[in-house]
């Protein structure tokens, strides 16, 4: 014979709480896993700001540092650019430096999506070839800043990913040049 | 009886209700644990990227500090590791380094490559460096322009202050005499005429060799240098400081003398004597004639603007130490308000004598020594005349005075032969 118990089914109200606290756990869990999944997205979206952002100022700054400091061009009277053309030390023949061909590194706009940040890129220009030096770099936050023999470059790097809320790294690399006349 | 039969038989759905739970719990678990797992991944990942970039700078920086290592080899032209001048290797705050020196064809320049690693990083930097010869003191007589010395009786030499007196070292003997080391050699950016006997190199400007007359002697080489030699003019901020703050006034004087504040300027004459104590003293003008004497008591500096006239008596370093006897010359507008001299209100006498010990760098001065005197020291002059025979023992000891002094390294560039990579 089997007990009563197992043979007896649910009643309605033991349903309608039983659904309701089942309802009110799963919105809870769902909350909780949105705002988590949004914070660990923003973290990954700060985080690839951050190595964009440094890997940007280090390319930056390899570019520049062999360049000769007599042979910057493209400066106001601030001695700050938005795109300075310089010339690196290739070598040097009987005692004279032998300069590389005339670099010049700017901004263009891209095609990248992040909200309320104008997308762009720096490219370093040679004998009319562009080249990406620096991705992901909001428009009008490069600049670079001749003081003496070393050059300061600054820029924001944004992090395309993030399509809502893009993460925002703002920074500069100072650059001692080593050929000085 | 139920009570009795459910405590001896367990209820099997509820068995059942517990394992799906521990199923959905287990699913649960493995979801956030995968997704733990990728960003604990992610992050190990952000972070060996990162460690590969600071690797890339240690790297860089452990070249950097070989290539300054090299520097110091090469300008000291020392060689420590028996390897080379300017080849090494080492370590430098975990990270290692290798740099390799070449000769250039040209003997003044060398091209130092560096190759410096931390961790799986490494970098490559090249640098090309001048070792530009500014030893005047090198000389007993050094004229930019030229040097012209004859006489009967001319000869040089060299002897070390500080081992003794030159009469001393003077134990050697040859047809011109006695002598004490042949490190006494004269040189000029330009031409040499030489009669006499020098004990030491002669080495004229590039491509020119000296020209030996009525029995010219060199006992060294005659190579021509290189390269002119780096003579300066001493800054003017050293004048400057002269012109304001010196021991004007101090010194003993004896017979005629008349010293003019405002223009510097000083002339004892009538056999006198200009007594100086140890101090720095600032003329437009010094004019020592009729036989007077300068006498030096302690280390003195001289600086001077127009003209130098110590040929009258002779000068007397009490000390026996050239370095305590320097004297500068350039045609700066000193003191203030004053033109610069001309050329021919820009010259300096001199005569030698037993007690002549002294410097003289006055590399844009024409420089002329009177009489058949000693001079102890080193004399750089733009053209410099010594036609009475006087005899010119170089101060070994000067070698490292400033003003001159050691070869001067200039960078002549610096690259970055393997750029790493985006």
Not at chain 2, 312 to 331: K, R
């Amino acid at each position: 014979m089997r007990p009563l118990a197992a043979q007896r089914g649910f009643t309605l109200f033991e349903i309608t709480i039983g659904f309701a606290l089942f309802t009110g756990l799963i919105a809870l869990l769902g909350s909780v896993y949105a705002s988590s999944d949004g914070l660990a997205r923003q973290c990954m979206s700060t985080m690839s700001a951050h190595e964009e952002h440094r890997r940007n100022l280090d390319a930056l700054a390899n570019l520049c540092r062999a360049a000769a400091t007599d042979k910057f061009t493209g400066f106001d009277v601030a001695n700050t650019s938005t795109a300075p053309s310089f010339q690196c030390v290739t070598g040097a023949n009987a005692g004279v430096r032998v300069l590389g061909p005339v670099q010049t590194i700017s901004w263009r706009a891209n095609k990248d999506k992040a909200t309320g940040v104008v997308t762009g890129e720096l490219v370093v220009t040679q004998n009319s070839v562009a080249t990406v030096i620096a991705r992901h770099v909001r428009g009008g936050s490069f600049r670079a800043t001749l003081m003496g023999n070393t050059l300061r470059l600054t820029l924001t790097t944004y992090d395309a990913v993030g399509d809502n809320k893009p993460a925002l790294v703002s920074g500069d690399v100072s650059v001692a040049l080593r050929n000085t006349p | 009886m139920i009570v009795s039969t459910m405590s001896s038989r367990p209820d099997r759905s509820r068995y059942l209700q517990r394992g799906s739970a521990a199923v959905c719990a287990l699913l649960l678990a493995t979801m956030l644990g995968g997704l733990a797992f990728a960003l604990v991944q992610t992050g190990f990942a952000s972070g060996r990227w990162h460690a590969r970039a600071d690797d890339s700078l240690q790297a860089l920086e452990a070249a950097e500090t070989g290539i300054a290592r090299a520097e110091q080899e090469v300008q000291s032209q020392t060689d420590p590791g028996g390897d080379g001048v300017g080849t090494l290797s080492g370590t430098y705050a975990g990270s290692r380094f290798t740099v390799t020196a070449t000769a250039d064809a040209n003997p003044e320049y060398f091209r130092l490559v560096a190759r410096g690693q931390h961790g799986r990083s490494q970098r490559q930097v090249e640098v090309c460096v001048r070792l530009k010869p500014t030893a005047g003191w090198g000389y007993g007589v050094f004229g930019r322009s030229s040097t012209k010395i004859g006489g009967s009786g001319t000869m040089t030499d060299s002897y070390d202050s500080r081992l003794g007196t030159y009469a001393s070292q003077a134990v050697n003997s040859d047809a011109g005499g006695p002598y004490a080391r042949s490190s006494g050699g004269i040189g000029s950016n330009g031409t040499i005429q030489l009669q006499g006997l020098v004990h030491g190199n002669a080495n004229a400007g590039p491509g020119l060799t000296p020209n030996l007359t009525g029995g010219g002697v060199v006992t060294g080489n005659i190579t021509p240098l290189s390269v002119p030699m780096d003579l300066p003019a001493t800054p003017y901020a050293d004048f400057a400081a002269a012109n304001l703050i010196n021991q004007n006034g101090t010194w003993g004087t004896t017979g005629s003398a008349i010293y003019n504040p405002v223009t510097k300027n000083l002339a004892v004459s009538g056999g006198g004597s200009l007594t100086l104590s140890g101090g720095t003293y600032f003329f437009s003008s010094l004019s020592l004639s009729g036989g007077s004497i300068l006498k030096v008591t302690g280390p003195v500096k001289i600086y001077i603007t127009q003209v130098g006239s110590l040929g009258g008596g002779g000068i007397v370093n009490v000390t026996g130490l050239p370095a305590n006897l320097q004297i500068f010359q350039h045609p700066y507008a000193l003191p203030v308000g004053l033109a610069p001299a001309k050329k021919l209100m820009n010259t300096l006498s001199v005569a030698g004598g037993s007690g002549a010990a002294l410097t003289v760098y006055a590399p844009y001065t024409d420089v002329a020594v009177t009489g058949g005197g000693g001079i102890y020291g080193s004399i750089i002059a733009d053209n410099l005349q010594a036609q009475g025979g006087a005899q010119f023992h170089y101060d070994e000891a000067l070698g490292g005075l400033g003003g001159s002094g050691p070869p001067k390294l200039t960078r002549v560039y610096w690259r970055d032969v393997a750029q790493p990579k985006r």
